[in-house]
Nanobody, 122 residues
Framework: QVQLVESGGGLVQAGGSLRLSCAASGRTFSNYVMGWFRQAPGKEREFVGAISTGGSTVYADSVKGRFTISRDNAKNTVYLQMNSLKLEDTAVYFC????????????????WGQGTQVTVSS
């Protein structure tokens, strides 16, 4: 089992920045691909980005150039740095973990955090 706990969400004005963290425990963190997803009210959960065990990253087109994912294996933590936030970035953000390769669909991830709310205001 892998336990994931997100933090760092909050209210921010459009154009601002936030950094989300996801702390992992339970298994060897460095073995896991870590993904970030988000879900807005009334919408399906959507892929934001992911980072491989080797540090390679993949992003959704909607966040490319604005969001950056990084990981610190010594701290068992993955980060989502969000810059130039837009109103449409408002959602609950989830981190997720899976073994082996990066995936962009939610059902391929085995472990999930509880989510953290990000609200972008005008």
């Amino acid at each position: 089992q892998v336990q994931l706990v997100e933090s760092g969400g909050g209210l921010v004005q459009a154009g601002g920045s936030l950094r989300l963290s996801c702390a992992a425990s339970g298994r060897t963190f460095s073995n896991y691909v870590m993904g970030w997803f988000r879900q807005a009210p009334g919408k399906e959960r959507e892929f934001v980005g992911a980072i491989s065990t080797g540090g390679s990253t993949v992003y959704a087109d909607s966040v490319k150039g604005r969001f950056t994912i990084s990981r610190d294996n010594a701290k068992n933590t993955v980060y989502l740095q969000m810059n130039s936030l837009k109103l449409e970035d408002t959602a609950v953000y989830f981190c997720a973990a899976r073994l082996f390769t990066i995936a962009t669909t939610a059902y391929r991830y085995d472990y999930w955090g509880q989510g953290t709310q990000v609200t972008v205001s005008s």
